[in-house]
């Protein structure tokens, strides 16, 4: 008996010697399976994630998560500044007959410049020196916001306001395109929805005025294009690593105003400037002045924006803003001539308008963000590994078994 016993207790310790090896081995095969396998994942994911990191991101940086009130604020930021610069570019260019639109822009850009530079100098705010690289960093933005100025100054003379402002809202569908372009936004289809119903809107509110005039529609078209690729390039240039937000609108407007100031001297537009005979009045001057400073105003609205929202958003902000005017105008104005198709395709508009706003304040902005391909190779790995685990699992639990019979 005392035998037998002894007998037992080898083969048991020898069956759990054997388990024990057993499961030595399949734990080497699960590693030498698992090796590979973490090396691909790992080698795909340096080919693509890095490219994605490395490169990619540079040009669409991951932007922080902003509050709903920072977002709402920049917006209506923007659209309170562009009605006011609308009022005082109206009442110096309209009611004193300011000869040139070109020289006030030229009054604005100079402000802007001198704000910038004394808030650099007194160091409230930050952006790079100046060096060889700023102009290629910059570029195309200032050849854009040339052509923006020059064609938006054409544009109105060109056709009938009801037939510009049709024109003028193509300018946001043209911004979405771009952006799913440049900034790879990826956004869903009732926000393409919405401006559709925006552009449709218009369209009926000018139906009464459709006439036809090529080169004006040529014009309008051009001068759509480059507010678009203004207001997407400068979502691209703040980038704080590069120029940062205050960067973009000092260079810009140092690159911009020399070969307007020669455009300017070329057209005899500075010659009728300074011939003007309203400069000794004082509600004049106070008036070009607050219109140069709100020109600078304008373009660091525009800025905030396109950062705490984007080019889209500012640009529908911009829609908005001028329906707000003419419902204003229908009710104080008096110079509103009533038309249902007018006041039906307004509602329109508005509507579009709204349901945009309501939903892009709704949703989060990083669902319009580009998709790293680093994180669904992580997935990938993940998933992987599980599987790895798992035949682990079952190749022990086979032993297990094989023992215990």
């Not at 936004?185 to 401006?195: D, H, Q």
């Not at 984007?310 to 908005?320: C, D, E, F, K, N």
């Amino acid at each position: 008996h005392r035998g037998t016993g002894g007998r037992r207790r080898e083969l048991s310790s020898f069956s759990l010697g054997a388990l024990g090896v057993q499961q030595s081995h399949a734990e080497n095969w699960a590693t030498r399976w698992r090796e590979p396998l973490a090396l691909e994942i790992a080698g795909g994911r340096s080919s693509s994630g890095r490219d994605m990191s490395m490169e990619e991101k540079q040009q669409y940086p991951e932007r922080p998560q902003h509050s709903k009130c920072v977002r709402l604020l920049s917006v209506f930021f923007y659209g309170i500044s562009s009605f006011l610069l609308v009022l005082l570019n109206k009442n110096v260019l309209s009611i004193y007959r300011f000869p040139s639109p070109v020289v006030l822009g030229i009054g604005q850009m100079g402000v802007t410049i001198i704000i910038l530079f004394l808030g650099k100098l007194k160091q409230f705010i930050t952006f790079p020196d100046f060096n060889k690289q700023i102009l290629w960093k910059l570029f195309p933005l200032p050849l854009i916001y040339v052509g923006n100025h020059l064609t938006g100054l054409t544009s109105t003379q060109k056709l009938s306001l009801p037939m510009f402002t049709v024109l003028r809202k193509f300018a946001i569908p043209i911004t979405l395109v771009l952006e799913i372009i440049l900034l790879r936004k990826r956004y869903p289809l009732s926000i393409i929805l919405c401006v559709c119903a925006i552009v449709l809107g218009a369209f009926i509110a000018a139906s009464f005025d459709l006439s036809f005039q090529l080169d004006g529609y040529i014009v309008v078209l051009l001068n759509d294009i480059f507010t678009a690729a203004n207001g997407v390039y400068i979502a691209i240039k703040i980038n704080p690593k590069e120029l940062g937000k205050y960067g973009v609108l000092f260079y810009n407007a140092g690159f911009v105003i020399i070969p307007t100031i020669i455009f300017s001297f070329y057209t005899g537009d500075i010659q009728k400037a300074i011939a003007f005979k309203h400069w000794t009045d004082v509600a004049f001057s106070a008036q070009f002045l607050l219109s140069c400073l709100m020109g600078f105003i304008l373009l660091y609205s525009l800025v905030m924006c396109c950062y705490y929202n984007s080019p889209l958003t500012a640009m529908v902000a911009g829609a908005v803003k001028n329906i707000s005017v003419a419902y204003i105008g229908i009710f104080i104005g008096g110079d509103y001539l009533f038309s249902w198709l007018n006041f039906v395709g307004l509602n329109i508009c508005m509507a579009g308008g709204l349901s945009y706003s309501i939903l892009i304040m709704q949703a989060n902005p990083q669902d319009f963000e580009p998709v790293n391909n680093a994180s669904k190779d992580e997935e990938n790995c993940s998933d992987k590994d599980k599987m790895c685990s798992g035949l682990v699992d079952s190749e022990e639990a086979k032993l297990l078994n094989n023992s215990s019979e």
